[in-house]
């Protein structure tokens, strides 16, 4: 048997329970991964919180990314052998002691790659990759960034720096230090956050990736900053409402993913984990991310 994050009802991480699951095999073209690391994403709240996939049921593993080390290889795999360190995804099951992928979900993890980074980078790094190839961002924007200490904010800022553009991002002020290490200029959110946006950029804005939605959309759009260089990943109700773009995660492929870890390895992408728990602590670490509030990303580890 094997150790797996599971709900069998619809609710706050009191519903989730680490159980017992038979011990999968890696069939024809499969390969299986004893997990080191599995990221937590918002989006594994939301579906376990119920109603937000129409075609969901219950009981559900948990999870969608993950590194570790190939222990299993099915019949035809050319790529990968036992021993191998990877990181991939999966639609559903990362949080568990095995995972059996087909062998194009996997990338090589670089040796020096943390194996919390390598465990959450995944989904975010594409999410905002995505995002930010649809503005087509360039030496001429100054983009506001919201939640821009979170998973996807502090990746789709660091990509529009290295496009060249200005980034100038909301986030709590226990943040604003580390998020000036990295290029960014951080306003504080709340109460007066249009004027100090406003001050940081007096030429104004050319484009903005929102990771809030409602009031920061609101905002973007009285700062003059056209609906089609606003892309959300958060409110497809204002996306249609005001015609913005809402360009999210999506297609992934293995050399993509490589050439992240590879970025991230090599600290040309910083990434940030605030906090880990153990695969057995999984409803204390939703908790955690549940909170909405905290630098980075945080990871379930398997030591
Ligand atoms: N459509 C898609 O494909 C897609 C993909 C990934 C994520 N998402 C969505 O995008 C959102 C962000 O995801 P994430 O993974 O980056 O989240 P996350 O890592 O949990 O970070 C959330 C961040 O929001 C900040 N925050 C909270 N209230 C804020 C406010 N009023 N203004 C500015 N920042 C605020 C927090 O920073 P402080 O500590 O500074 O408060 C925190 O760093 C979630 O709603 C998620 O579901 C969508």
């Given at each position: 048997?094997?150790?797996?994050?599971?709900?069998?009802?619809?609710?706050?991480?009191e519903?989730?329970e680490?159980?017992?699951?038979?011990?999968?095999?890696?069939?024809?073209?499969?390969?299986?991964v004893?997990v080191r690391?599995?990221?937590?994403?918002?989006f594994?709240?939301?579906?376990?919180?119920?109603?937000?996939?129409?075609?969901?049921?219950?009981?559900?593993?948990?999870?969608?990314?993950?590194?570790?080390?190939?222990?299993?290889?099915?019949?035809?795999?050319?790529?990968?052998?036992v021993?191998?360190?990877?990181?991939?995804w999966i639609?559903?099951?990362?949080?568990?002691e095995?995972v059996?992928?087909?062998?194009?979900?996997?990338?090589r993890k670089p040796?020096?790659?943390d194996?919390a980074v390598a465990?959450?980078l995944?989904?975010?790094?594409?999410t905002?990759?995505r995002a930010?190839?649809?503005?087509?961002?360039?030496p001429?924007?100054?983009?506001l960034?919201?939640?821009?200490?979170?998973g996807v904010?502090?990746?789709a800022?660091?990509?529009?720096?290295?496009?060249?553009?200005?980034?100038v991002g909301?986030?709590?002020?226990?943040n604003?230090?580390?998020?000036?290490?990295?290029?960014?200029?951080?306003?504080?959110?709340?109460?007066g956050e249009?004027?100090r946006?406003?001050?940081?950029?007096?030429?104004?804005?050319t484009?903005?990736?929102?990771?809030?939605?409602?009031?920061?959309?609101?905002?973007?759009?009285?700062?003059?900053?056209p609906a089609?260089?606003?892309?959300?990943?958060a409110?497809?109700?204002?996306?249609?409402?005001?015609?913005?773009?809402s360009?999210?995660?999506?297609?992934?492929?293995?050399e993509?993913?490589?050439?992240?870890?590879r970025?991230?390895?090599?600290?040309?992408?910083?990434?940030p984990?605030?906090s880990t728990?153990h695969l057995?602590?999984a409803?204390?670490?939703?908790?955690d991310?549940?909170?909405?509030?905290?630098?980075?990303?945080v990871?379930?580890l398997?030591?």
């Amino acid at each position: 048997m094997a150790k797996a994050v599971s709900y069998a009802q619809y609710g706050a991480p009191e519903v989730l329970e680490v159980i017992d699951v038979a011990e999968p095999h890696a069939a024809e073209g499969k390969v299986r991964v004893a997990v080191r690391s599995a990221g937590l994403n918002n989006f594994d709240s939301k579906v376990r919180r119920g109603g937000y996939l129409p075609n969901h049921t219950v009981p559900s593993l948990q999870g969608a990314e993950f590194a570790g080390v190939v222990d299993e290889v099915g019949g035809d795999v050319t790529q990968w052998k036992v021993g191998d360190e990877v990181l991939g995804w999966i639609g559903r099951g990362a949080q568990a002691e095995f995972v059996v992928v087909p062998e194009s979900n996997l990338a090589r993890k670089p040796a020096n790659l943390d194996w919390a980074v390598a465990g959450g980078l995944g989904l975010v790094a594409n999410t905002a990759h995505r995002a930010t190839n649809a503005l087509a961002l360039g030496p001429d924007d100054t983009v506001l960034v919201t939640a821009v200490a979170g998973g996807v904010g502090l990746i789709a800022a660091q990509l529009a720096i290295a496009a060249g553009a200005t980034v100038v991002g909301t986030a709590s002020e226990s943040n604003h230090e580390f998020l000036r290490t990295l290029g960014v200029i951080p306003i504080a959110y709340g109460e007066g956050e249009a004027e100090r946006l406003r001050a940081a950029a007096p030429e104004g804005y050319t484009a903005a990736l929102d990771q809030i939605g409602g009031n920061a959309i609101r905002t973007a759009l009285d700062l003059g900053i056209p609906a089609n260089r606003i892309n959300t990943i958060a409110d497809q109700a204002a996306a249609e409402k005001f015609g913005l773009s809402s360009v999210g995660g999506g297609k992934k492929t293995s050399e993509e993913l490589a050439e992240f870890a590879r970025m991230a390895a090599e600290g040309e992408l910083v990434f940030p984990v605030r906090s880990t728990y153990h695969l057995l602590d999984a409803a204390n670490a939703y908790r955690d991310l549940e909170t909405g509030h905290g630098l980075g990303k945080v990871v379930l580890l398997i030591p």
